[in-house]
Structures are given as C-alpha cells and as structure tokens.
C-alpha cells in the first residue's frame, strides 16, 4: 500500500534502531514513529552511515539516489511485510506464549533439538508486534523449523502477531499476574492469548494451568492437543 519514491533498491535486511552499531548499505531503514522518539529525526543520519533505502510515513528531503515507500503506518506496513515473508516460508513456524517464561523455553528447544535440524529461534526477546515481524523477517529458508516469541500486553495485540506468524504448532507456557492491569479477568487474557492458536494444527499446554488447560479442551477440541 506504499508508494515509491526514487531509485529502486535491492533490501536484504531490516533496521528501525539508528543506534543499531553495524548497518549495512543494502538495509531498508523503517523509521517509526513512537510515543516518545520519531525515528524520521534519524533519517538523514542513516543516509550518511550509507543506507540508500527507507520507509517512512512523511516527506523527507533525501538524495535521488535514495529509495523511499511512503506508508500510512510504518509498524502496519513492516508487519505486513512480515506476513508476506511468512507466506513464503516452507517450513514449521512453532509460536511460544504466556505470561512467564517464553524465552526460556524457546532456548531450551533450541538447545535439545537435533544437530540435523537446520532450527532459526526470534533473537533474544522479540516477542512484541515490533519484534516479531523483525524475527519473521530474519527467517532464512534453509530452516526447517522457525521458533518464535509472541507476547502481548494488552486486547487487540494477540490478532496483528497471529495474522503475521501463522503457527503450524503454538506452546503456552503459563498463565499468569503479567499485564492483568490491562484485562478485565484472566479469562479475558487466556481468550486473548488463543487467538494465536485458531489456526494451528498442534497445541501444547501444562494442564497445572487449571483455566488454560480447561479453556483449551473446551475451544480447541477438534486439534491435536498435548498436555506436556
């Protein structure tokens, strides 16, 4: 839904940090306008650190050789893009939520799995809606089989990260306190945090999260459940 402005430019990887140390010359800078900074105020700095394509939601005064996709939302627009590579992507996307835990267990299967699978786990903690469309975006397709993080903190949060990872296979590690503040029950949350799950062939859960599990059963009945 962009539009283009100046040259065309082959990407082949994808910066929002202008503090990020190493940049490279084929990277698109996404400049994305925050509650309290505006990455478009770092634009011209990332020009001069060699970067020759960017995706911004105003005019800026950039070289010709320069290219430039003006969206409406930076963050939308990278999401989609992380849906599209997602849909490109030929091999199992495993999703890890819950309150607690993700990270650990994310490394945890990393560390297990098999030295013949060729395995690619979200860096670190990218679990939010700007983290994961960077993780879906780093997805090489010699992978096998792709791990990635999804958390969330508030309603509506949990439908943008299913609609960009689409998991074959979701794990729920735990229900929790974490963010409640921001939901009206914690059966508000668990029915928030399925969401992720309504396409997935395979769910895997701890049945010592008595609501969760319950909720599992009941919703999900028709998939293949694993109580781990």
Known sequence: GGTLHGADSAVRSVVTDSRTSAVD????????????HDAHDYVQAMYERGVRAFMVERDCDLPADCGVVKVADSLVALQLL?????????GRVVAVAGSNGKTIVKEWIAQCAPASVNLFRSPRSYNSQLGVALSLLMMTDESEVAIIEAGISQRGEMARLEAMISPDTVIFTSIGDAHQENFASLDEKIAEKLILARNAQTIIYHSAYTPLAETVRREYADRCLCDA
């Open 25 to 36: 010359s084929d990277a698109l800078f996404v400049a994305i306008s925050g509650v309290n």
């Open 82 to 90: 992380a849906a599209h590579r997602r849909s490109q992507y030929r």
